[in-house]
């Protein structure tokens, strides 16, 4: 029944303001008016990665529960994990609305949020009220205005070490200014040496070893690709997650494109795939890659892993194709299991690695 009247719901809500909308999704994830998956789990499709067990590699990117609202919600539809954020120390509003535009002749969103959260002490409020019954990782970010970025990012490892399954450090936001400085040679290595520090210094004091991801842009040029892959690898991070949204226009057909903001759904698909397997080449498959941007279907999805992800996450896919498609992509992975006669769908990441890292973008 609520799946019914969640397919009749989501032409009623691309009829409002995007960030009405959201909103109202929301407040329907809090009051649990949204279908819920089946309890079987097939093993094919379950990943265990840095110690932590993934019902399905299918999760929620950030930018969805900026303020850890509804995160188990998201679990109960099917994901194998979510991830909460972007989150800044200081609450913030964000820039300046309207600053969401949906091109629904490209199936693709161009937003310019700017950060807008609670902050730390907010999300970190509702994590901690939480009975952990899967993986909730934790995106973190810097204030806009504040005087000392890294030292937000340091401050969000603090924060969130016992509550959060793994962190994401989200330095590749076109909306924030200056915030993808934070990709050149010389800051990322003062950026991961604080970050990674810090974590070490939460271990030492009995804390959890949480695993450290970082999010990249899509529109970097392969010799930058090349040095900032070189640094990851260097401070041993434990995952890189392809990709935030892009700043490119190409080949878009709606009336809105020229739009300021970050791009992200379907015309970002190309882009982000072509990038996520040169990481994988970079990396020589040994650094895991979390395959984000124009998943909108099983195919997408199945394509994202052959090149070189092992997880994935979707969002703008979800406000075109409704909650449905989180039941479509893991039948479909499930599948080609079985008729490729695989053990795990790990069998399947890179596969297709060297064919996708060819293209051009």
């Not at 498959?285 to 994202?304: F, Q």
Request: glycine content about 10%; some cysteine; aromatic content about 4%.
């Amino acid at each position: 029944m609520i799946s019914s009247l969640t397919g009749l719901a989501r032409p009623f809500l691309l009829a409002l303001d995007p960030e009405a909308a959201h909103e109202l999704t929301l407040r329907a994830l809090e009051l649990g008016l949204h279908p819920r998956a089946a309890e079987a789990r097939d093993q094919r499709i379950s990943v265990s990665l840095w110690g932590l067990d993934f019902p399905n590699p299918l999760g929620i990117a950030a930018g969805f529960d900026k303020d850890a609202r509804v995160a188990d919600a998201l679990l109960v539809l099917g994901l194998g994990f979510a991830e909460i954020g972007t989150t800044t120390p200081l609450p913030q509003s964000g820039n300046p609305q309207p600053r969401v535009v949906r091109l629904v002749r490209d199936r693709g969103v161009i937003n310019r949020l700017g950060f807008n959260n609670e902050g730390h002490a907010a999300a970190r409020a509702r994590l901690a009220r939480r009975v952990p019954r899967g993986i909730v990782g934790v995106n973190i970010g810097a204030n806009k205005a504040s005087a000392d970025r890294i030292g937000d990012y340091v401050a969000g490892i603090a924060a969130f070490n016992d509550v959060a399954s793994y962190f994401t450090v989200n330095i590749s936001s076109p909306n924030t200014p200056g915030l993808r400085d934070l990709q050149a040679p010389e800051a990322l290595d003062a950026l991961l040496a604080r970050v990674m520090a810090a974590r070490a210094e939460t271990v030492a004091a009995g804390g959890t070893r949480r695993p450290v991801v970082v999010k990249l842009a899509p529109d970097l040029g392969q010799e930058a690709l090349q040095e900032i892959v070189a640094a990851l690898v260097r401070h041993g991070v434990d995952g890189i997650a392809m990709s935030n949204t892009t700043l490119d226009r190409a080949g878009l057909s709606d009336a809105a494109a020229r739009e300021d903001g970050g791009l992200s759904g379907r015309p970002l698909f190309h882009r982000s795939t072509v990038m996520l397997a040169r990481v994988h080449q970079a990396t020589q498959g040994r650094v895991p890659l979390i395959g984000i941007g124009g998943i909108d279907s099983a195919e997408t999805a199945l394509a994202k892993i052959e090149a070189g992800a092992s997880l994935l996450q979707l969002y703008t896919g979800l406000i075109y194709e409704g909650p449905g498609l989180i039941a479509r992509i893991n039948a479909h992975l499930a599948q080609v299991c079985r008729e490729r006669g695989l053990q795990s769908i790990a069998e399947l990441t890179g596969t297709r690695a060297a064919e996708w890292a060819a293209k051009s973008v």
